[in-house]
């Protein structure tokens, strides 16, 4: 199993541009999650989806990003526009029922 | 709401020192816990978890038993190598469904040689 799989690994992008960072989910996993990782912040949930679904996306900062999975081999995380704030480890996870959460090795967002 | 607490960092320590990381947790429900570790660069990996009262996890020499009546999950280790270094994040999931996981803020643990 290759895991969970992002894309790009980084990015570097300039203020007021579209960036859509990308993420393939364990095949068999009906769970994913996009998280974000800042200094200040830590790790925060952004949204998570269920066979598809988006169940809670209260975690997404501002109506600038977005995220779609519309199917369930793959998820989209796009903000638009971009801001030197959104600066960000992003990583993605899936999972299957009430195992443990499989985590991506991220997106390197540097917003300028 | 739901919440994780772990000791600040970074913590520095010889080779073959013993190692405890608190984590404190507020969580509405039973929740499951979690230890995760990450290395520079990468992802975060699952180092140990438990699910219910008195449970112990471990793995590579880590242990965390889940103590609800102090509601904590320390993380322990024996000896350590200066391959342990990394960032360990204490996380818990509040039930058995499709929820995401609350993280603390991470230790960043450094082993010197």
């Known amino acids: 199993d290759a895991g969970v799989i992002q894309s790009p690994r980084h990015e570097v992008t300039e203020m007021g541009q579209e960036v859509t960072l990308r993420c393939k989910p364990i095949s068999g996993h009906n769970s994913l999650f996009w998280y974000r990782q800042t200094m200040m912040r830590g790790l925060e949930l952004l949204i998570y989806f269920n066979n598809n679904v988006p169940i809670d996306d209260s975690g997404m900062p501002e109506d600038r990003f977005s995220a779609k999975m519309p199917n369930a081999s793959f998820s989209t995380l796009k903000i638009q526009p971009s801001e030197p704030r959104d600066s960000a480890v992003y990583f993605c996870?899936?999972?299957?029922?009430?195992?443990?959460?499989?985590f991506g090795s991220g997106t390197r967002l540097t917003v300028v | 709401g739901n919440s994780v607490t772990q000791m600040e960092g970074p913590v520095t320590l010889s080779e073959e020192a013993f190692l405890t990381i608190n984590c404190t947790y507020t969580?509405?429900?039973?929740?499951?816990l979690f230890w995760y570790v990450q290395y520079p660069g990468e992802g975060l990996q699952l180092l140990l978890k438990a699910t219910k009262a008195d449970d112990k996890g471990s793995n590579k020499g880590f242990e965390a038993t889940y103590r609800k009546e102090t509601t904590s999950f320390h993380l322990e280790k024996g000896s350590v190598q200066v391959s342990d270094s990394a960032v360990y994040f204490c996380?818990?999931?509040?039930?058995?469904?499709?929820?995401?996981?609350?993280f603390g803020k991470g230790t960043h643990l450094i082993i010197q040689p």
């Open positions: 996380a818990l999931s509040d039930g058995g469904g499709a929820d995401g996981l609350t």
């Open positions: 996870a899936s999972r299957q029922g009430n195992y443990g959460y499989t």
């Open positions: 969580a509405t429900g039973y929740p499951s």
